[in-house]
């Protein structure tokens, strides 16, 4: 009977691993394109993936909140994140990257050209280094392949200062066949006309819907059908405005709210098809 037992133990333990190894298998060969709005409060993150690859623009304020939406849409076994990018040192979207760096192996860094004396963005730096982490510093122009069919490009990224880090926002857009997204950070509309030859589908509204940015020009130039706002729920910032919502109205712009809905998720099957929204 002890060596039934036994038996059927080793068997189950083989049928465990191989269940494992098949999810691997599947997860790794997967070429589906999946873009995750994180619902962190009231901050950004997003996540990217496809496959076994990951890019993560941003990490929020809180790490407890970045590394539980991580661990819910990234496999348990893969502790790798090919690419982090850092939009501006602010500390609502480089607080959770503390602990993301400290958790997760980090392929690459993309660093914004925004100035900061805060220790909060010291340990950021620290913590780059002491893990030996390559990091770089965004360029315009610069290009992220994910895979030949999954592009995310820089197509901003320009120097700020302490006083005013949120012009320093380094400037995205990811495309994946006919289907385009535009992340924004915290960019303000004073820059927004240095891009202005580019559409997209899908738009990350910059500053959380603050009333100093995603002006009228700028959504007349970059034609969204769907806008995402990052926001936490009663922030004390009034966000997003009214302003911006109506110009998002007006404009019969769908929007789309992180306090309203939680994670905003987009999964996109084949370049040649459209990405569809994934209800919660």
Not at 77 to 101: A, F, S
Not at 106 to 134: P, R
Not at 215 to 221: R, T
């Amino acid at each position: 009977m002890r060596y039934r037992k036994l038996i059927y133990l080793v068997l189950f333990i083989l049928l465990v691993v191989a269940c494992i190894f098949n999810a691997i298998s599947y997860f790794s060969a997967r070429k589906d394109l999946t873009i995750n709005f994180l619902d962190v409060g009231q901050g950004d993150a997003i996540l990217i993936s496809q496959g076994d690859k990951q890019i993560l623009i941003d990490g929020g304020p809180s790490g407890s909140r970045i590394m539980e939406k991580l661990g819910k849409y990234i496999p348990f076994w893969d502790r790798k994140i090919e690419v982090v990018i850092e939009t501006h040192p602010d500390q609502d979207h480089i607080q959770g990257l503390l602990d993301v760096m400290r958790n997760y192996q980090i392929g690459e860094v993309v660093e914004s050209k925004g100035e900061s004396d805060t220790e909060l963005y010291k340990k950021f730096k620290e913590i780059i280094d002491s893990k030996k982490i390559e990091s770089f510093t965004a360029e315009a122009g610069t290009e992220i392949k994910i895979t030949d069919e999954a592009v995310l490009k820089i197509i901003l990224a320009e120097t700020g200062t302490a006083k005013d880090t949120n012009s320093a926002s380094v400037v995205t857009e990811l495309n994946f066949g006919d289907n385009s997204f535009l992340f924004t950070g915290d960019l303000p509309s004073e820059a927004e006309n240095k891009f202005s030859d580019i559409k997209t589908e899908v738009l990350k509204v910059a500053h959380h819907g603050s009333k100093y940015s995603t002006s009228v020009e700028f959504l007349n130039n970059v034609s969204p059908r769907d806008a995402v706002i990052s926001v936490a729920k009663n922030n004390k910032y009034g966000h997003p405005t009214e302003e911006v919502l109506n110009r998002l109205k007006e404009k019969n712009i769908n929007i789309l709210r992180t306090d309203e809905m939680g994670d905003i998720r987009y999964s996109c099957p084949k370049p040649e098809e459209k990405c569809i929204l994934i209800a919660n």
